[in-house]
Every structure is written in structure tokens, then in C-alpha cells.
């Protein structure tokens, strides 16, 4: 019994910021790496940012400078503060638990950057 739920997508103007959020439960959190991925209409599925379970984190060069992944072992949660968004970040964010042999998927927070 694992689950993954994504929160804090919306609609947010070119230059403002959103803040995911990705709680999980059902596992010993502070065990596995976590991963925020997204995928925009027609376009391939990407890894954007990733924190692992030493805090270590990396981020796709796009995003590099705008994202900041965090986690909260306390509560279970993996963040994705979301600066400066551009038209081009819009897509489907999901995040991932995972561990060398397993992972586990969340359903997805929808961002959208339009006027």
C-alpha cells in the first residue's frame, strides 16, 4: 500500500512561482531517493529534478537556478519550489519514489504558465 499525491499545480503567469508538494505513504520515506518528473502535451516524459535520500540533489539544465527540490523526512514529502516559470514549463508534474529495484508513481499535479 504506497501512494504518492502531488499537490500545488495551477495557473500561474510567466515569472511567478508555484511550490509542488508530494506526500507519500506506506513507505520508510527517509529510505528512498525522490524524483520530479514531467511530461507536456506531446512530448516525452523528463526527469526535472531529483533528491536523493542523502539530500543530494540534481536538476535538468533548464530548470537549474529556478527549482529548488526539497524534502521533509518528518513528514514524508518532497517538494519542488517552482521560480520564475516560463511558458515552456508548462506540463503534467509527477514525482517518483524509488530504490534500485523499485518505484512508485504519483498521479500528477497539472502546471500551467499562460496569461
Known amino acids: 500500500q504506497v501512494q504518492l499525491v502531488e499537490s500545488g499545480g495551477g495557473l500561474v503567469q510567466p515569472g511567478g512561482s508555484l511550490r509542488l508538494s508530494c506526500a507519500a505513504s506506506g513507505i520508510i520515506f527517509s529510505d528512498w531517493h525522490m524524483g520530479w518528473y514531467r511530461q507536456a502535451p506531446g512530448k516525452q516524459h523528463e526527469l526535472v529534478a531529483q533528491i536523493a535520500n542523502t539530500n543530494a540533489a540534481y536538476y535538468v539544465e533548464d530548470v537549474k537556478g529556478r527549482f529548488t527540490a526539497s524534502r521533509d523526512n518528518g513528514k514524508s514529502t518532497v517538494y519542488l519550489q517552482m521560480n520564475r516559470l516560463k511558458p515552456e514549463d508548462t506540463a503534467i508534474y509527477s514525482c517518483?519514489?524509488?530504490?534500485?529495484?523499485?518505484?512508485?508513481w504519483g498521479q500528477g499535479t497539472q502546471v500551467t504558465v499562460s496569461y
Open positions: 517518483r519514489a524509488y530504490k534500485t529495484m523499485t518505484s512508485y
